[in-house]
């Protein structure tokens, strides 16, 4: 089963193929995908580092952003298992531009 940070939801979403490091992009890349051929799937949602996480070059010995992305998840507000297609309709009637105004992303996502 896939493992996200809730704020994840948001981000794959939004996902134009920009990444922290080419292993982050990649991984994005993997799980956009897998999410896009099959939205039925069942994802964790979980509270700490998920398997996005362990590609991005700002986890060095744990989050070195983990304040600002915990607050990010926090707002998001998913938590256990979900279908991937349920998760998308909770994040899609969420405010984006309060949860996501803080992310060094923002502005590549927020218009799409």
């Known amino acids: 089963m896939l493992e996200l ?7 794959i979403q ?9 292993d982050f992009t ?13 939205p039925e799937q069942t994802v ?6 998920d398997e996005l996480c362990a590609h991005c070059p ?3 010995n744990g989050c070195v952003s983990m304040e600002k992305v ?6 998001v507000g998913l938590s256990g298992e979900m279908k991937w297609s349920k998760a998308v309709e909770v994040a899609n009637a969420l405010p984006v531009t309060d949860i996501c105004k803080n992310c060094e992303w923002y502005s590549l996502c927020h218009i799409i």
């Open 70 to 75: 915990t607050r990010m998840d926090e707002l």
């Open 44 to 49: 964790l949602f979980v509270k700490g580092e």
């Open 58 to 60: 700002h986890n060095q």
């Open 14 to 22: 939004r996902f134009i193929g920009k990444g922290y490091s080419e």
């Open 26 to 38: 990649s991984k994005m890349w993997e799980v956009v995908s897998a999410l896009k051929a099959n």
């Open 5 to 11: 940070r809730p704020h994840h939801a948001l981000c």
